[in-house]
Nanobody
Framework: QVQLVESGGGLVQAGGSLRLSCAAS????????MGWFRQAPGKEREGKER?????????????YYADSVKGRFTISRDNAKNTVYLQMNSLKAEDTAVYYC????????????????????WGQGTQVTVSS
């Protein structure tokens, strides 16, 4: 059974940092793109899609970021540990959301999906709350 388990969320003051981790089990994802998405409070009830945050190619050499987090967040991966990370610095109140890890089902994909439809596997999410 494939599982993606996020950890590292919590409450932090504006300007602070958090590091999210996503550990995969049940299969290896070292040949698959991985991504982070988020959903702000109330957005699920509004039917809003999860917002793209960052993604990384299977090889780790290509990354993409949403404009809202560029320069503050860094995605990385450790294929030996089947784990992807999201380092979040200079956090703002508007970063408050549930953060989800996602894995692409396609191996060795040349491009990196930045839409939630490009990902087949999802974690349960970890809450990040930034107080202003």
């Amino acid at each position: 059974q494939v599982q993606l388990v996020e950890s590292g969320g919590g409450l932090v003051q504006a300007g602070g940092s958090l590091r999210l981790s996503c550990a995969a089990s049940g299969r290896t994802f070292n040949r698959n793109a991985m991504g982070w998405f988020r959903q702000a409070p109330g957005k699920e009830r509004e039917g809003k899609e999860r917002e793209f945050v960052a993604a990384i190619r299977w090889s780790g050499d290509v990354t993409y970021y949403a404009d809202s987090v560029k320069g503050r967040f860094t995605i990385s991966r450790d294929n030996a540990k089947n784990t992807v990370y999201l380092q979040m610095n200079s956090l703002k109140a508007e970063d408050t959301a549930v953060y989800y890890c996602a894995a692409d089902a396609v191996v060795y994909r040349a491009n990196v999906p930045i839409n939630h439809n490009g990902y087949a596997y999802w974690g349960q999410g970890t809450q990040v709350t930034v107080s202003s």
